[in-house]
């Protein structure tokens, strides 16, 4: 009669809180043994020293449960005593110890699990999960397996016979890794609840495997495995049939741990070639690397979920911070709001009172819209305010999103919000910030008029000089020109209204911000972030800006005068620009300029000229 074991190697007893508990080491791993009944203490210590590699043996010991002492087996009479109560005992887990000395080879333990051996489906009454409880640092680690690189570049993994894995989803992972890494395919001879065996898909080769499930949970022990190939491997075919997702996964994610990498398709095809000499398909590629991102960024439902908690501890790590989470009467996902304590202190106390928003399509499994408000510091850097994300871009998920915009910073004297001409967004803005100015972004209206493209540059530069005009005048004079040229713009413009896009004509204080580029830029830099599910999503945009922040200060400090390197910029391009401008007295504090095209009266005293630069762009 044969007797079923599940072996572990590299560990040591230590007396822990007053009780002897077995202590496994790093190079700790398991096997699974079977073997005859009839064994004396020699003959069972050297099959055991045999098969687990594990010479010098000093003490073999089992318990009875968890909470007895370790039993030592030292003679013939403790092995037939042992080997009987487990015969006697089939429901019953049995662990059994094998040190070995600590100067020889890896130091074994081994805990080898009695199981009844003729029916594999009897249940036992313990959970192998227990060994797991007691071994916590004994993995069945694929790169313990994976040997090193030889001169050829080629890889190998071996399952020895007694290997145990995890589950069977995890023996087939391996079986596809060994298939890739060594480029041959394999067919399934047979697959069910207790056993799994395959063999080479080549003509007439002996290759084989074959694995049994232990009857206590998942976990399965290989039985059987030749791993000589006597077909040729150096054949690479179309559609190779292992790389199925997670196997192309595993090897995947690793390359993609860097979110902004694209990492196409055919790039993946190409690399697989080169690297595994093997051939996959783009559909093969691309699940694979679906897979791989799972893998590394978790399920999207799985991240709706965590958006709680992980909301609570963000508020919790940085102070100040402000999150919303709106879900409908059956409590599913509507929308959320993050705005960082650090980021709306730095609005309220530093930044001038403009709010530049702007929203992007999400491009992951479930879509939704990315809503944005940043606002931009005295280096003309761009800072993010708020951030939320939601079902649809309309003008009810827009008026939630700058009512908590509007908690966080208030109703500023002279704020301005800059946005494109969605009508969502003018529906939020009115319903929100009904008295603050609201102007729209120069370029994107521009987009929409629809420039002829026979003289587009033409068009384009007359547009940019119709926004950006101080003078009242030299609107005018663009303005005709423009409308001469492209008679259809006329009526929309002057139906949108010149206060929200022309400078000249603006009531509020746009800080010379035409565009909303700003937010574009955001949207930007996180195109492919957008693919991530939504808790990773949000942890993208609180990494970025602590990294700005960062940043910021160590330039702060380094800078030792009193302007940014913006600023400085601006105003020495100006004093280059005004070099060859005369100036001359008329009365005290008020002087004529004149700059080779137009004059202006500059008054000091009230901070103002007639050109309107300084009364518009001088309190930026």
């Not at 054949?235 to 995947?252: E, I, M």
């Not at 590629?285 to 963000?314: H, M, V």
């Not at 009115?430 to 521009?446: I, Q, S």
């Not at 950006?468 to 423009?482: G, I, P, Q, V």
């Amino acid at each position: 009669m044969k007797v079923r074991f599940v072996v572990y190697t590299g560990g040591k007893w230590d007396l822990i809180n007053g009780n002897i508990e077995y202590v496994t080491g790093v190079d700790s791993r398991r096997r699974g043994l079977e073997i005859e009944t009839d064994h004396s203490y020699n003959s069972f210590l050297n099959y055991v020293s045999k098969m687990c590699d594990t010479p010098n043996i000093t003490r073999l010991s089992y318990r009875m449960s968890t909470f007895t002492d370790p039993i030592d087996i030292i003679n013939d009479r403790d092995v037939r005593f042992f080997f009987d109560l487990a015969m006697q005992n089939p429901f019953e887990l049995y662990k059994l110890y094998v040190i070995q000395e600590s100067d020889v080879g890896s130091s074994g333990l081994s805990c080898l699990n009695n199981l009844k051996a003729p029916d594999l489906n009897i249940p036992l009454k313990e959970s192998f999960d227990i060994l797991n409880d007691e071994c916590p640092n004994l993995e069945n680690n694929y790169e313990k397996s994976l040997t090193s690189h030889n001169q050829s570049g080629s890889s190998s993994i071996v399952f020895d016979a007694g290997h145990i894995f995890n589950n069977k989803e995890e023996m087939k992972l391996e079986l596809g890794k060994k298939a890739l890494l060594e480029h041959f395919e394999f067919k399934v001879d047979r697959s069910s609840k207790t056993r799994y065996e395959v063999s080479c898909l080549g003509d007439g080769c002996e290759w084989r495997f074959k694995a049994h499930a232990i009857p206590c949970g998942n976990l399965w022990f290989v039985k059987h495995m030749n791993d000589s190939h006597t077909c040729s491997k150096t054949q690479t075919h179309p559609h190779f049939r292992q790389a199925n997702p997670k196997v192309l996964g595993h090897f995947l994610k690793e390359q993609l741990k860097d979110s902004g990498r694209i990492y196409r398709a055919k790039e993946i095809v190409k690399d697989f070639r080169q690297r595994f000499e093997v051939e996959i398909t783009n559909l093969q590629a691309w699940r694979g690397k679906s897979y791989a991102l799972e893998l590394l960024q978790g399920t999207t439902r799985d991240s709706f979920a965590e958006l709680p908690i992980y909301c609570y501890n963000l508020k919790l790590a940085n102070p100040g911070s402000v999150t919303h989470i709106l879900v409908d009467e059956q409590s599913r996902f509507e929308m959320v709001f993050v705005a960082l304590g650090a980021a709306i202190r730095s609005f309220m106390l530093n930044l001038r009172p403009v709010v530049i928003i702007d929203a992007a399509h999400l491009k992951g499994e479930f879509k939704g819209t990315l809503f944005l408000a940043v606002g931009m510091d005295g280096n003309n850097q761009i800072l993010p305010l708020a951030y939320g994300i939601g079902k649809s871009e309309d003008g009810e998920s827009w008026t939630w999103f700058l009512s908590k915009l509007r908690d966080c910073v208030g109703e500023i004297a002279d704020m301005a919000i800059i946005s494109d001409r969605a009508n969502s967004i003018h529906v939020g803005v009115r319903n929100v910030f009904p008295r603050v100015y609201h102007g729209l972004c120069c370029r994107h209206l521009m987009m929409n008029l629809r420039l002829p493209s026979s003289k587009k540059k033409e068009y384009e530069a007359l547009w940019w000089k119709t926004c950006k005009s101080y003078r009242m005048s030299d609107f005018t004079e663009s303005f005709n020109a423009l409308c001469l040229a492209v008679p259809r713009i006329r009526q929309v413009l002057t139906n949108i209204g010149f206060g929200r896009w022309a400078r000249a004509h603006c009531p509020g204080n746009r800080y010379h911000y035409m565009t909303s580029n700003s937010a574009e830029s955001i949207n930007s830099l996180s195109r492919f972030s957008r693919k991530m599910p939504i808790t990773q999503l949000i942890e993208f945009f609180r990494e970025s800006v602590q990294k700005w922040f960062y940043d910021r200060r160590l330039q702060g400090m380094q800078e030792s005068h009193s302007l940014t390197q913006w600023a400085q910029k601006k105003i020495l391009k100006k004093i280059e620009g005004s070099r060859t401008w005369t100036v001359a007295g008329i009365r005290v504090n008020s002087f004529v300029v004149d700059d080779g095209g137009k004059r202006g009266v500059v008054d000091l005293s009230n901070r103002s000229c007639s050109c309107r630069v300084w009364q518009i762009f001088g309190r930026t």
